[in-house]
């Protein structure tokens, strides 16, 4: 099945700038997606098909792709982007399509 | 105002069952592709099953011949039937509504989940 690795946790100084990765075989042909979900709450949406920003989140955040990762880039990070963070894509190579989540990032912001 | 809110988790002993609810405000379940994520303590998110918009149902291979996902036009509300539960099925559920470019979906819409405990 497709597997999507991300490093456990990120640690950031507030105003500094937060990289997550998410590595998959071939993920260059496949769209990633990002959440982000603070305790106790569902996930957020904050970045589409690799490097799109949904209405009313900030500028801050923005996706990447490179070769077999994708990137999370938070900018100028605040005490509220403290939060775990999950990419996404959709595994067409099984006998149907499934969602498969990376495994999450938290980010301590220090 | 567009919304998802589940209903119906509970405590149930191994071996049990329980029906999910998710009922749908500000647009229409039939016409899109639903879906339940579940996530279980202090653990990350898992995908569990979608239905499409033409009735076609896909699930996980851990809960396949188990769970069952249906809606019910009428009441604009998707449901997940979970049959022969098991401990490791102890999760928040959440249902979600993907959007995006066939096969390249993504979730834009989430409830604030239901918590299914399976104990004895």
């Known amino acids: 099945s497709y597997v999507l690795t991300q490093p456990p946790s990120v640690s950031v100084a507030p105003g500094q700038t937060a990289t997550i990765p998410c590595g998959g075989n071939?993920?260059?042909?496949?769209?990633v997606h990002w959440y982000q979900q603070k305790p106790g709450q569902a996930p957020v949406l904050v970045v589409y098909?690799?490097?799109g920003r949904p209405s009313g989140i900030p500028e801050r955040f923005s996706g990447s792709k490179s070769g077999n990762t994708a990137t999370l880039t938070i900018t100028r990070v605040e005490a509220g982007d403290e939060a775990d963070y999950y990419c996404q894509v959709w595994d067409t190579t099984s006998d149907h399509p499934r969602d498969v989540f990376g495994t999450g990032t938290k980010v301590t912001v220090l | 105002e567009v919304q998802l809110v589940e209903s119906g988790g509970g405590l149930v002993q191994p071996g049990g069952s329980l029906r999910l609810s998710c009922a749908a405000s500000g647009f229409t379940v039939s016409t899109n592709y639903m879906n339940w994520v579940r996530q279980a303590p202090g653990k990350g998110l898992e995908w569990v099953s979608v239905?499409?918009?033409?009735?076609?149902?896909y699930y996980a291979d851990s809960v396949k011949g188990r769970f069952i996902i249906s809606r019910d036009n009428s009441k604009n509300t998707l449901y997940l039937q979970m049959n022969s539960l098991r401990a490791e099925d102890t999760a928040v559920y959440y249902c979600?509504?993907?959007?995006?470019?066939?096969?390249?979906?993504?979730?834009?819409?989430w409830g604030r989940g239901t918590l299914v405990t399976v104990s004895s």
């Open positions: 239905i499409y918009s033409g009735g076609s149902t």
């Open positions: 979600a509504r993907v959007r995006g470019s066939y096969l390249n979906w993504y979730f834009d819409l």
């Open positions: 098909e690799d490097s």
């Open positions: 071939n993920i260059g042909s496949k769209h």
